[in-house]
């Protein structure tokens, strides 16, 4: 059976190892390490990094050193360079750093919005307006992340319906773009399509990226399965890095190795280089003391050992 024609021929990946990935480690990562991360992931060629957030330090200490990782970030021309913001405070302190985009939290489970960011999804809401009306006056793009649009560590199954219902308080505050995001990877495709089918009534396909998390090991058939629906805006990371400290049991994300390596043998163009990328994801994992949790980067570096 033919695949479908909605494939795109090109893809883009936002690399959110440096951020979602490194949130999650409980020893501190120092910033000259994480500044290396991102260097060594734009010389591979990833075009988008979520480099940091600026949340409370309290809920997530291993993001405190936030403006210092900005500032030591060379950046590159036609990089965009992102950073997740709660509210307001969080906001004002990015905006020195001068991010290209900043990412306001949203879920589409009301119990995973108080254990994240302690207010209902409502709230939420309000507290991202403020937030998306001062980045766009400064000419700062906004992306609005949706976890849990598949299932919640705290509710079980998420309806398609509730996260319609976020993309629609996104778009109704002027959120650009969404990620559909599975945070706890428990997506299968045809969930995964249905939660991205529900976002496509609020925004257009140019504006929907899918952010898969492999707890199970589906993040891969789910990258191709909204592939299948023309989504081309993917989030990966690096080595499969992290997982979100308020799902727990929740693995990283899908690894960016695993996904360039899917889209070069469907001949779709990233721009990145696999080797260049598979040292990226060595550095940073010899860095905490384990291998890379990507089966592509173990294949590649066994190959390599011969
Ligand atoms: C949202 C808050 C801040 C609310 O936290 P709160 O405690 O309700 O906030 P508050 O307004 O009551 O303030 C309490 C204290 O926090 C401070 N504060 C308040 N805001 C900030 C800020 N921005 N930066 C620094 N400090 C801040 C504030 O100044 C005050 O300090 P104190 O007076 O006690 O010393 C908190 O819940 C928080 O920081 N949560 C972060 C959770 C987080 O980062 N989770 C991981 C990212 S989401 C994710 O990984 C999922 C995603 C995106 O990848 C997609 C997916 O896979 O699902």
Redesign the pocket.
């Known amino acids: 059976m033919a695949l479908s024609s909605l494939i795109p021929s090109r893809v883009k990946l936002i690399d959110?190892g440096p951020?979602?990935g490194l949130?999650n480690e409980k020893a501190p990562v120092p910033a000259e390490v994480k500044i290396e991360l991102v260097q060594r992931l734009q010389d591979a060629g990833l075009k988008e990094i979520e480099v940091t957030?600026?949340?409370?330090?309290?809920?997530?200490p291993q993001?405190g050193d936030n403006a210092e990782v900005m500032a030591g970030v060379r950046r590159a021309p036609g990089v965009l360079y992102s950073v997740?913001?709660?509210?307001?405070?969080?906001?004002e302190?990015a905006v020195a750093s001068r991010p290209d985009e900043i990412?306001v939290?949203g879920?589409a489970s009301e119990a995973?919005s108080q254990k994240?960011?302690?207010?209902s999804i409502a709230e939420s809401i309000e507290?991202f307006a403020p937030v998306v009306e001062a980045a766009l006056a400064a000419g700062i793009k906004v992306r609005g992340?949706?976890?849990?649009?598949v299932g919640c560590p705290y509710e079980g199954d998420i309806a398609p319906e509730k996260v319609g219902e976020l993309a629609r308080l996104m778009k109704n505050i002027g959120v650009q773009r969404v990620?559909v995001?599975?945070?706890?990877g428990v997506g299968t495709p045809r969930k995964v399509q249905a939660a991205i089918e529900a976002t496509l009534r609020h925004y257009d396909i140019d504006h929907v990226s899918g952010?898969f998390?492999d707890t199970y090991g589906q993040a891969v058939s789910n990258t191709l399965a909204a592939l299948e629906m023309g989504v081309w805006n993917y989030?990966s990371s690096v080595a499969g890095l992290?997982g979100?400290?308020?799902?727990k049991g929740?693995t990283g994300?899908v690894s960016t190795e695993d996904v360039v390596f899917l889209l070069q043998g469907m001949g779709i163009d990233t721009g990145i280089d696999l080797d260049k990328l598979v040292d990226a994801g060595k550095y940073i994992s010899d860095f905490l003391g384990r291998k890379p949790n990507s089966r592509v980067a173990t294949a590649i570096l066994n190959k390599r050992a011969g």
Do not use: E
């Open positions: 959110v951020r979602d949130q957030s600026f949340v409370s330090p309290k809920w997530v993001m997740l913001t709660p509210n307001m405070k969080g906001f302190a990412v939290f879920a995973f994240n960011i302690n207010c507290r992340a949706m976890s849990c649009t990620d995001a599975d945070t706890i952010h998390h989030q992290g979100c400290p308020y799902a929740a994300n």
